[in-house]
């Protein structure tokens, strides 16, 4: 029989840092970053609360484009690492404004590329949708040469809302959605914790901060 894998550090505690609406208005860089995008509705505040074992730390909206602004949160494990987690607005909301969407990709473009501690993004998609022109686009921004020295930025792709599927249809959703980002896959639905165990563990492994 294979082994188990060992549990990762649970969290120690969670709290809101800051809501910045510019660049101008990020906190200080301390310590390691990892961001969540994702396109409007796909469940990013969602996820976010489950990785932080919190009910209502990242707010939930039922209007898609409600969120303008970059969350920041942080988080303490059980094993003492301290770590950064920023929560982009969604994209791709048809119902936004040119002006709107320009100002989203002005701040998206500001973070991704101009922040020093980043190391890792969480992408989220819907995989009843697979992936969509916005979310490749995002792909390239990411990769791009970032505005200020550090190492390159990793990438997780995290499918969301897995329980829309019926379970015949689930793993060749993630086998068709693997094949067309060409990287690893993360299976995620609300309440599911083995799944967010394992979004955890790729946060971890981006983040350097060991699970076991």
Request: charged residues 25%; without cysteine; aromatic residues 6%.
């Amino acid at each position: 029989m294979a082994p188990s894998r060992p549990e990762p550090p649970r969290i120690a505690s969670a709290r809101f840092v800051a809501s910045a609406p510019h660049a101008g208005a990020f906190p200080p860089p301390v310590g390691v970053e990892v961001a969540f995008l994702g396109r409007s509705n796909v469940g990013k505040s969602t996820l976010l609360n489950a990785l932080l074992e919190r009910r209502s730390l990242a707010r939930t909206s039922s209007t898609p484009g409600a969120t303008r602004e970059v969350v920041f949160f942080e988080a303490k494990t059980t094993g003492g690492a301290v770590l950064s987690l920023a929560d982009l607005p969604g994209y791709g909301y048809a119902k936004r404004s040119k002006a709107e969407r320009e100002s989203w990709g002005a701040l998206a473009e500001d973070y991704l590329l101009g922040r020093p501690n980043l190391v890792g993004v969480v992408i989220l998609v819907d995989p009843r949708r697979g992936l969509l022109p916005d979310d490749r686009d995002l792909f390239e921004l990411i990769q791009s040469p970032p505005k200020t020295p550090r190492a390159p930025v990793s990438i997780v792709l995290v499918a969301t809302k897995l329980d829309k599927l019926g379970a015949a249809a689930r793993k060749p959703t993630l086998a068709k959605l693997k094949a067309e980002a060409q990287r690893p896959v993360v299976g995620f639905s609300d309440g599911d914790r083995a799944a967010a165990a394992e979004v955890w563990r790729a946060v971890l492994k981006m983040a350097e901060i060991r699970s076991g």
